[in-house]
């Protein structure tokens, strides 16, 4: 469910037009208030491609700590 939706489904929800009575209502309705509750405190939702982009830079960032501290400790270390 995407969070375009899950704002929807709350809206329509609250307003009365969705009849709770009926089977499978409530599941829909928890589920939509958990995936907006998680946009809220994350940010987004996990299916988001920008999530994947990010955690991709952070490796890459970390990646790229560890090659430099690795390439100014070798020279030391080999000079021992």
Same mark, same amino acid.
């Given at each position: ?6 704002? &929807? ?16 209502? &409530? ?27 990010? &955690? ?25």
């Amino acid at each position: 469910m995407t969070l375009s939706e899950a704002k &929807r489904i709350e809206a329509h929800f609250a307003n009365g037009t969705l009849d709770p009575d009926l089977p499978g209502t &409530r599941e829909i309705v928890n589920e939509a208030h958990r995936v907006h509750v998680n946009a809220m405190l994350w940010g987004s939702t996990r299916a988001e491609p920008h999530r994947r982009r990010v &955690r991709g830079g952070i490796a890459l960032g970390i990646g790229m700590v560890v090659a430099t501290v690795g390439g100014f400790c070798v020279p030391f270390l080999a000079s021992r």
